[in-house]
Nanobody
């Protein structure tokens, strides 16, 4: 499905990052999309999703700090992450929600001083 994530990096606590994902092989307009993350030693988890109509939903751990959005014309999904905390350190992935079995490479985010 050609999922490609970008935008990760190293940021200090309290900082911001903007992640982007393109999904050229996904039937985009009919699918909810999600951002997932996998921290070291932990299972991958869904942290934000956006329905095909653009309605967002968030895990409690990121609610009020992260904002998910989508551009159906560009088949892209964005995750704006503000007030980052060390516990946000993880590899971030986008995928359909529910996810396909194939994942992209992900983009690593490290929050550290």
């Amino acid at each position: 499905v050609g999922l490609v994530e970008s935008g990760g990096g190293l940021v200090q606590p309290g900082g911001s990052l903007r992640l982007s994902c393109t999904a050229p092989g996904v039937p985009f307009t009919i699918n909810a999309m999600g951002w997932y993350r996998q921290a070291p030693g932990k299972e991958r988890e869904l942290i934000a999703r956006v329905t095909s109509r653009g309605a967002p939903d968030y895990a409690d751990s990121v609610k009020g700090r992260f904002t998910i959005s989508r551009d159906n014309a560009k088949k892209s999904v964005t995750l704006q992450m503000d007030n980052l905390k060390p516990e946000d350190t993880a590899v971030y992935y986008c995928n359909r929600n529910p996810p396909y079995s194939t994942w992209g490479q992900g983009t690593p985010v490290t929050v550290s001083s």
